[in-house]
């Protein structure tokens, strides 16, 4: 186990030598404390988009579901005849220059694991630079858009937004509630008092916290023909192995065992690159992975390898209230 994997257990299962951190968390509690005062004061440089800006991100360090709440926003806003932009850091992305408009056809190292599966997915123009303002006015450039969604960027306040929608994961919550490094806080819990909407994933129904959100498994694609699969496809008791090189691994494995199938867990550090040999698993079972790793690896991968596609699906009350506020930034769409 990594030291990054030590360190993020004890963040949700708690150990006595976190303490040690105590110096290193008030200093940056402080940092990003006073970050959001100047951007609440008006102070310092953040740009204004001529169209709604709605970030999507999180308070806690790893996987929380953004990208799967993304595609879902973007389909959602197409269905009301709105025109959508995407902007990403793109984590791990190596492009000749930045801004970068990502395409499906490049590769994730030149685009990114994660903005590449959403333009796969949705042929959403999408714009990776980790100075996100510069991003948009790119993306604003390029073509005409109704409105932009920001993949990640809840702490980037140089980017003016209209719309804060927080992720949570259900089951592992706010870990032991501290600010890194002596927790998994991006920023204090008390910021979520001030963001628009949190989305409770794992979460069976709403609750004061925040709306339930859950993935669901709705096919099994194999990557090399891309051919669907049902679900059923294996049946149930089929011990395979599962790779998962995502923020919470473990959530990917549960699913598959709610699918009455045996996954043998590969664990991978997010945003991992791949090669066939780390893939190469005694004894020979079938494979499958998530729809992240699976940009990643289409390229080499033999036949007979898939990925699980999941889906949003929020409660009915956040829809609900997101289409009030669409109603809201864009009367003239409503």
């Not at 969604?149 to 719309?163: E, F, K, T, V, W």
Request: charge should be positive; proline fraction near 9%.
């Amino acid at each position: 186990m990594s030291f990054a994997e030590r360190l993020q257990r004890a963040w949700y299962r708690g150990h006595p030598a976190l303490h040690l951190l105590a110096p290193l968390e008030a200093l940056y509690r402080a940092v990003v404390e006073r970050k959001r005062r100047r951007f609440l004061a008006g102070q310092g440089d953040s740009y204004r988009a001529p169209v709604p800006v709605i970030v999507v991100g999180n308070i806690t360090v790893g996987g929380t579901g953004k990208t799967p709440l993304i595609l879902w926003l973007i389909e959602h806003c197409r269905a009301r005849g709105l025109r959508v932009g995407v902007v990403s850091r793109g984590y791990g992305a190596t492009p000749p220059t930045v801004p970068w408009r990502v395409r499906a056809e490049q590769a994730a190292s030149e685009a990114g694991d994660e903005p590449l599966l959403i333009v796969q997915r949705t042929a959403v123009p999408l714009m990776i630079d980790p100075d996100r303002a510069r991003a948009v006015r790119a993306l604003l450039a390029s073509e005409p858009l109704d409105l932009i969604l920001s993949d990640d960027g809840l702490q980037h306040y140089r980017l003016a937004r209209d719309l804060e929608l927080v992720l949570i994961d259900a089951a592992r919550g706010l870990g032991n509630r501290r600010c890194l490094p002596a927790g998994p806080l991006r920023e204090p819990a008390e910021r979520l008092r001030t963001v628009d909407a949190v989305l409770l994933n794992g979460a069976q129904a709403d609750a004061p916290e925040g709306y339930a959100f859950r993935l669901r498994p709705s096919a099994l694609i194999e990557l090399h023909s891309g051919e669907h699969w049902p679900l059923d496809h294996f049946p149930p008791g089929q011990r395979l192995h599962a790779v998962a090189g995502i923020g919470n691994p473990q959530r990917f494995f549960s699913t598959l065992e709610a699918l009455h199938w045996r996954p043998i867990p590969h664990a991978f550090a997010d945003h991992a690159a791949y090669s066939t040999q780390q893939l190469q698993f005694a004894p020979e079972l079938p494979l499958v992975m998530t729809e992240k790793d699976a940009v990643k690896c289409r390229a080499f991968a033999p036949p007979g390898w898939s990925y699980l596609q999941v889906e949003a699906a929020p409660s009915a009350a956040f829809v609900t209230w997101f289409d009030e506020q669409l109603a809201r930034l864009l009367p003239a769409h409503s």
